[in-house]
């Protein structure tokens, strides 16, 4: 397997030739070492790998679009067959293959797939007059068992966007007590923080990418209640991105050292800033206004950057 850690050594050895502790000359032998190069067979299974996937979900777009583009020439039956067939066919697959962990999470995320790909299809042949938000909570709910077993982070993360897409559509149609943001930041929060403790509970969540996704997410969703509650005068949107900040700070400075969540933290700093003297400077005098907000921006957005590669150095000691 490729080392984990390949970026880091490879950053080490740039450190290293920069402080000539490592003669370049030295450099191909580090590298063979360390093996953060990959191998011909690593490759190989990679490309293998990458193949498997593409294949896997083409077939199953194309099952989808064969069914879409030739709804006119295929029969109400004709439609079923095809869908649930291919349906059937991931099944069996996934039973045949539920010992090769890569191939069986390929199948599932295939599966869930046809499922939508079914329910929108029963929706538009027989027009029960559901509500859209409905197809993909029912999408959500039908496949959580898979999901479950899945024990994959791409899936996971899949049903969480069926969950917000329903929980959108829904106010879309019915609306709330609630704003919207509010519903989407708090269930998007709880999100990440379920899956952040569960990581040492359960190791295949703990993919730094997906967490980084969720934060991501969160950190958008926060901004958005800072900028609503500054310009519609509703202070519990600041006071909620005030803790935000603060909690994901100390999480991520002090307890787990993430820098791209700390990055994430140091961006929504800097626009909050910014958008906060957009909304304090006075409109009548806007050359000097544009020429504080770049001088704010230039140097907040150095002090960060020179902070968070500070942050690096340590986190490799």
Known sequence: MIDDNAADTRQLFTELIESKELAIKDVPEAIAITKISPSAVQWQNFINILLLWFGSLSLAFGVIFFVAANWQEVGRMGKFAIVEGALLS??????????????RQVILLVAILLVGALMALFGQTYQTGADPWQLFFNWALLTTPWVLISRFSVIWLIWLGLLNLSISLYYQTFGGYLNIAWVAFAFNTAALVIWQVSVSKFSWLNKTWAINFLGFTTCALALNLFVRGLFNDEPAGLIIWGIWTGVTFYVYRYRILNLFMLAGWAVSMLVAANTLLI???????????????????????????????????????
Do not use: C, D, Q
């Not at 991931?90 to 191939?103: D, G, N, P, Q, S």
């Open 90 to 103: 991931a099944m069996i697959l996934h039973l045949k293959f539920r010992h090769k962990e890569v191939i």
């Open 279 to 317: 909304k304090i400077l006075p409109n009548f005098f806007e050359a000097a206004s544009f020429m504080l907000l770049t001088i704010v921006t230039i140097g907040l957005g150095t002090y960060l950057s020179v902070w968070l590669k500070s942050l690096v150095k340590l986190g490799r000691t």
